[in-house]
């Protein structure tokens, strides 16, 4: 039996693992891929720009939190048939149906994760910069948000794993990118296409939170400085902005130099 043969034989005998499937239906798969991508990468961009300001609001007005906390837990105990049809009546059976579904799934996460970034900030942080002159719109993000990085960022690892998982489930109403053609193959019971499906969403939730890890250590540099060992006859690299070896002073000369060290501190 040729190699051809064989490889057709695995679509006749509907084997889990197929190359012939890989091979018919590429194109499908690609389309099928992109469309999850730009769901998720929608759904997670727009639920990050809502979760901010209702952050800094619930963090501004502590009346406003236990609300704001509240009501995006309840979203996310909502099942997504639910949700769905819920929203159904005002985005009919489009990709807004999903991807509004999926950013009210994304608040909880994001929303609790850069609240806590942002009251983690030490308080001598806030002070030094205030000492310098900085107002609370340069304080937030010069100084408070690089430290609220790890936590902000560790929320939006979680919401885009979740996110890419949950939009399998747009395949309801034929928006779900691969979650189509894994609802598809369980229909007609077409083994090779679930598998494969399903290991792509796997894989992508995988890369998508590599490359994400790989933004936070971009953006958080101090966070990866060596802390010098006892004895040791190196101190090692400092953060930027940090007193020369020898020098002696009452503190940091500049809010940056605060805040990559309580950085590093909190590390």
């Known amino acids: 039996m040729s190699m051809q043969q064989a490889a057709q034989g695995c679509l006749e005998a509907n084997d889990w693992i197929c190359g012939e499937y890989l091979r018919t ?9 992109v469309e999850h991508v730009w769901i998720t990468v929608a759904s997670v961009l727009i639920g990050l720009a809502v979760a901010f300001p209702l952050a800094l609001l619930a963090r501004a007005k502590p009346a406003f939190a236990g609300p704001v906390l509240g009501l995006t837990t309840l979203l996310y105990t909502i099942p997504s048939l639910a949700m769905f ?28 994760n850069i609240m806590a970034g942002l009251e983690a900030v030490p308080a001598e942080a806030r002070e030094a910069a205030r000492g310098m002159g900085y107002g609370p719109g340069r304080l937030l993000w010069e100084v408070e948000l690089p430290l609220a990085l790890p936590a902000l960022m560790a929320g939006l690892r979680i919401a885009t794993v979740s996110t890419i998982a949950l939009t399998t489930v747009g395949a309801l109403v034929g928006k779900g990118g691969l979650g189509n053609l894994i ?23 995988a890369v998508a939170d590599l490359l994400l890890l790989g933004v936070q250590r971009l953006l958080t ?37 605060a805040r990559q060290g309580t950085a590093k501190e909190a590390v």
């Open 25 to 33: 239906r590429s194109q499908e798969l690609t389309d099928a891929t």
């Open 85 to 112: 049809s819920l929203l159904l009546p005002v985005f009919g059976l489009s990709a807004a149906l999903v991807v509004t579904g999926l950013v009210l799934y994304s608040l909880t996460i994001l929303v609790r």
């Open 183 to 205: 609802d598809d193959g369980v229909q007609t019971v077409f083994k090779a296409q679930v598998l494969t499906a399903s290991v792509l969403c796997v894989l992508l939730a």
């Open 221 to 257: 540099p101090w966070t990866r400085i060596p802390t010098a060992q006892p004895g040791a006859g190196h101190p090692g690299p400092k953060p930027p902005g940090s007193a020369p070896t020898g020098t002696a002073g009452p503190g940091p000369a500049h809010p940056v130099t």
